[in-house]
Structures are given as structure tokens and as C-alpha cells.
């Protein structure tokens, strides 16, 4: 981490100076938890308060007793009418199956064997999957797998703390940002973190 830190602080003074007044970077990825269990979990959070999905997710849980979490056969063994029963939308519930499915198949890596795939090829793999777009890939890859050097231009966080600390009027297009953030790699998933603090900032400074 001292060395991304070291980095972004050469790459720009804004940045730099988003860095002195935040601190430490509080990134750690979930390091133990599978991409197939992080994918159902990132789905149950989609277009919810932290609150209710936890809520949900607990219901979720509760179907399984004795498991930290279901697998992937548990999940395709449960009746549709059931998950739907735990708060989950009928598209959730769609996508949940799916990432089952995919997971079975083995299209959904463990994560032993996601280390051996690119970024790039993760996304390709994992958006074929219903309801699972290239954003929550992103989360995944920053938060549970710890690629260094994800940047998701197309977070609204990460655009709006780009813009504050920048002082800019508007938030930069998504491939614009893309190219304004090539001096954070390969660090650019640590650049991230930072953005969302920028953008969660009650006062925010364009030092």
C-alpha cells in the first residue's frame, strides 16, 4: 500500500492533497470470500439501502441453516417462489439462478482459479451472466479479489470525487476519466477509495 500511495501522490497535487486530509487508505478486499458467493451478495445489494439488503440477505441466509453460505446446488435446489419469499425481486431472484448455474458450470471461477485470469477477461466472462454488468465485476475485482489497478468510470463516486477535488463544474464522461486517470495506474483501484471519499466529503476542497 506505501507504495500506491507513494505513487498517487506524484501523480497529481489534487490527489495529493485528497491524501493528506483522508489518511490511510481503508481498502481490504474480503480475501476469503468466493467471486461466485460475492456476485450473489453484490446482486441482493443492487438498487437498495445497506439496511434492506441486509435484510434480504439475512432472510437468504436463513433458508440454509448451518451454512456460512449456500452453494451454488443449494441455490438451484430452492423453489423460485421461496427466494422470491425473502424479499428478492423477480429479476433478482433470475439473476441468482443464474449465477448458480454459472457457478456449477464452472463459468464462475473459484477464486483459486480467477487468479489466473486477467481483468480483462473476468469482465468478458462474468457479464454473460444475467444482471451482472460490468460495474459490479468492478466491485468484485477491487473488494474481493484485490486487483490493484481497477478504476470503474462509470461509478458515480468515482466521477463526482474526480470532480471535486478537481473543482470542475460538470463530471467528466466516463471515457474522458478513463484517460484522466491513466497517471494512477497501476494503481488505480487505491485512486478509487479515495475518489469515494472525496465524494462522500461534507466540505470538499480543490486543494
Known amino acids: 500500500m506505501s507504495d500506491a500511495l507513494t505513487h498517487l501522490r506524484r501523480s497529481c497535487p489534487k490527489m495529493r492533497a485528497l491524501i493528506a486530509r483522508t489518511g ?3 481498502l481490504k478486499p474480503e480475501r476469503k470470500r468466493e ?3 460475492a456476485l450473489v451478495r453484490a446482486i441482493a445489494h443492487q438498487q437498495l439501502h445497506g439496511r434492506a439488503a441486509e435484510t434480504i440477505t439475512g432472510r437468504f441466509l436463513a433458508l440454509y441453516p448451518g451454512e456460512d453460505f449456500p452453494s451454488p446446488a443449494m441455490v438451484l435446489a430452492t423453489d423460485t417462489t421461496v427466494l422470491r419469499n425473502c424479499g428478492f ?6 439473476a441468482i439462478q443464474d449465477i448458480a448455474a454459472k457457478a456449477e458450470a464452472g ?22 451472466i444475467r444482471g451482472v454488468g460490468q460495474w459490479t465485476v468492478e466491485m468484485l475485482l477491487i473488494f474481493c479479489l484485490g486487483r ?3 478504476f470503474p468510470v462509470d461509478d458515480f ?5 474526480y470532480r471535486r477535488i478537481h473543482g470542475l463544474e460538470a463530471q467528466p464522461k466516463p471515457k474522458m476519466l478513463a484517460e484522466l486517470a491513466l497517471p494512477y495506474a497501476p494503481y ?3 485512486a478509487a477509495w479515495y475518489l ?4 462522500a466529503e461534507k466540505k470538499p476542497q480543490a486543494a
Open 196 to 199: 469515494w471519499r472525496a465524494a
Open 24 to 26: 490511510p487508505c481503508g
Open 107 to 128: 463459468i464462475v471461477p473459484t477464486r483459486r482459479a480467477a487468479t489466473r485470469l486477467s481483468d480483462d477477461a473476468l469482465i468478458e466472462r462474468l457479464t454473460s
Open 188 to 190: 488505480r483501484s487505491t
Open 89 to 94: 425481486s423477480a429479476s433478482k431472484v433470475a
Open 157 to 161: 463516486g468515482v466521477r463526482e470525487g
Open 35 to 37: 467471486p461466485y458467493e
Open 148 to 150: 490493484p489497478d481497477i
